[in-house]
């Protein structure tokens, strides 16, 4: 269904042509209803227009080359209004004299659409079973990616490839995460789609950057809690902190998945498709049956509007608002949230190994990094300026000199 439209013409303004789509023969047409002219309908006969006797109009199927043609046939005839293909809307530079610029627009469209991610793609995607969130990131990268280049995506050369990743990178100013997404998502294509030889060499990876996760303190948790706007709200964040899952394993839980018995919250399909399971507090569990007695869920552990699956952008604002209520300044996010979980059981001396597996780490060197940030080592050591001023003697010498 074409969907974009304008007028075009720069002849006798009072030949007037109306387009319109309508449903005739079980498919979508294009209707040109004009006052009768015997020039005009010699040009729709011309073009191989059909007459409908129930619309009362000539037509032609409504394909994504029908306007191009239809334009190019009444140019300096006659006036053509396709604000009605356009939902009433007339576009920027669609008449008069810059019609051929509106039409340069079209066309240019028209070329965008065949430019669209392959099937196959996609297909391959769902058949090696990624998340529907890793098929949506990656169809939107290869997209944009595709469009950046005016010709089939098997013509692109390798050093092409390279140009358009120097060109994301300076003009766009990515993080190393999306960058590396790019390059996923471009290899995937060549590697896995097409088969092709797979080449380290032929896209450079960037240098990842090591940067130090955000952790918030247990009287910053404490507080968020307490300021959150409903019990609702105050079990979501409980529950990201308490189990230290991410959020989109907390809109996926469903009631079954916590198992009170064993004091477990099943995560079914985390990361990398994989299950396992984590801390249920005794306080989140008692926190749970007064949820599920007052909010009454089906399904879900967490519903939204209608029952429905709660959202993750809901989460965040969840999170978000409770920061804000509680008057703390430091960006606290789901994430966060997540971090401060594995961070503080490190600080109580949890082995590494526990806390991996209870957060879905396939490599204990992720796990590692809140080691980092863990106060558990650093208040063993003494800052040498605390020394200094410990020192008796030396303090009693420096003060003798003056």
Same mark, same amino acid.
């Given at each position: 269904?074409?969907?974009?439209?304008?007028?075009?013409?720069?002849?006798?303004?009072?030949?007037?042509?109306?387009?319109?789509?309508?449903?005739?023969?079980?498919?979508?047409?294009?209707?040109?209803?004009?006052?009768?002219?015997?020039?005009?309908?010699?040009?729709?006969?011309?073009?191989?227009?059909?007459?409908?006797?129930?619309?009362?109009?000539?037509?032609?199927?409504?394909?994504?080359?029908?306007?191009?043609?239809?334009?190019?046939?009444?140019?300096?005839?006659?006036?053509?209004?396709?604000?009605?293909?356009?939902?009433?809307? @007339?576009?920027?530079?669609?008449?008069? =004299? $810059?019609?051929? %610029?509106?039409?340069?627009?079209? +066309?240019?469209?028209?070329? #965008?659409?065949?430019?669209?991610?392959?099937?196959?793609?996609?297909?391959?995607?769902?058949?090696?079973?990624?998340?529907?969130?890793?098929?949506?990131?990656?169809?939107?990268?290869?997209?944009?990616?595709?469009?950046?280049?005016?010709?089939?995506?098997?013509?692109?050369?390798?050093?092409?490839?390279?140009?358009?990743?120097?060109?994301?990178?300076?003009?766009?100013?990515?993080?190393?995460?999306?960058?590396?997404?790019?390059?996923?998502?471009?290899?995937?294509?060549?590697? @896995?789609?097409?088969?092709?030889?797979? =080449? $380290?060499?032929? %896209?450079?990876?960037?240098?990842? +950057?090591?940067?130090?996760? #955000?952790?918030?303190?247990?009287?910053?948790?404490?507080?968020?809690?307490?300021?959150?706007?409903?019990?609702?709200?105050?079990?979501?964040?409980?529950?990201?902190?308490?189990?230290?899952?991410?959020?989109?394993?907390?809109?996926?839980?469903?009631?079954?998945?916590?198992?009170?018995?064993?004091?477990?919250?099943?995560?079914?399909?985390?990361?990398?498709?994989?299950?396992?399971?984590?801390?249920?507090?005794?306080?989140?569990?008692?926190?749970?049956?007064?949820?599920?007695?007052?909010?009454?869920?089906?399904?879900?552990?967490?519903?939204?509007?209608?029952?429905?699956?709660?959202?993750?952008?809901?989460?965040?604002?969840?999170?978000?608002?409770?920061?804000?209520?509680?008057?703390?300044?430091?960006?606290?996010?789901?994430?966060?949230?997540?971090?401060?979980?594995?961070?503080?059981?490190?600080?109580?001396?949890?082995?590494?190994?526990?806390?991996?597996?209870?957060?879905?780490?396939?490599?204990?060197?992720?796990?590692?990094?809140?080691?980092?940030?863990?106060?558990?080592?650093?208040?063993?050591?003494?800052?040498?300026?605390?020394?200094?001023?410990?020192?008796?003697?030396?303090?009693?010498?420096?003060?003798?000199?003056?």
């Amino acid at each position: 269904m074409i969907r974009f439209g304008f007028m075009f013409g720069e002849g006798e303004h009072n030949r007037n042509i109306l387009l319109k789509s309508f449903e005739h023969k079980g498919a979508s047409q294009i209707g040109l209803f004009f006052t009768y002219d015997s020039d005009l309908i010699a040009i729709c006969k011309k073009i191989l227009c059909k007459w409908s006797q129930s619309h009362t109009c000539w037509y032609l199927p409504n394909k994504p080359d029908t306007l191009k043609k239809i334009f190019i046939a009444f140019k300096a005839k006659a006036w053509v209004d396709a604000s009605a293909l356009y939902g009433g809307k @007339q576009p920027k530079n669609a008449a008069g =004299k $810059k019609g051929h %610029i509106a039409l340069k627009a079209y +066309t240019d469209r028209i070329e #965008t659409k065949k430019r669209q991610v392959p099937s196959a793609y996609i297909d391959l995607l769902k058949t090696r079973r990624y998340s529907p969130a890793t098929i949506n990131t990656y169809s939107s990268l290869f997209k944009k990616f595709i469009h950046h280049f005016d010709k089939a995506p098997e013509s692109i050369t390798e050093q092409e490839i390279k140009d358009y990743l120097l060109h994301v990178v300076e003009k766009r100013k990515l993080s190393y995460s999306t960058q590396n997404q790019i390059i996923n998502a471009i290899k995937f294509y060549y590697e @896995q789609v097409l088969g092709l030889e797979k =080449k $380290k060499y032929w %896209i450079d990876r960037p240098r990842k +950057t090591f940067k130090l996760p #955000t952790v918030a303190s247990e009287e910053e948790i404490v507080s968020m809690v307490v300021a959150a706007v409903n019990f609702k709200h105050k079990c979501i964040i409980s529950m990201l902190y308490s189990a230290g899952i991410r959020r989109s394993e907390l809109v996926n839980l469903r009631i079954a998945d916590i198992d009170a018995d064993r004091k477990q919250v099943i995560v079914r399909s985390g990361k990398g498709n994989r299950d396992r399971v984590t801390l249920l507090s005794d306080r989140m569990l008692i926190a749970l049956l007064k949820y599920m007695q007052e909010y009454k869920p089906h399904y879900w552990l967490f519903e939204g509007v209608g029952r429905k699956q709660y959202s993750g952008s809901s989460v965040g604002k969840v999170v978000k608002d409770a920061c804000r209520r509680a008057g703390i300044r430091k960006n606290i996010t789901p994430h966060v949230l997540r971090h401060s979980f594995a961070t503080h059981l490190m600080e109580q001396g949890t082995d590494t190994r526990y806390i991996q597996k209870l957060l879905g780490h396939k490599s204990l060197n992720t796990t590692a990094i809140y080691a980092h940030v863990s106060r558990k080592n650093l208040q063993k050591i003494k800052s040498p300026l605390d020394r200094i001023f410990e020192d008796k003697t030396l303090i009693s010498k420096n003060l003798k000199q003056r």
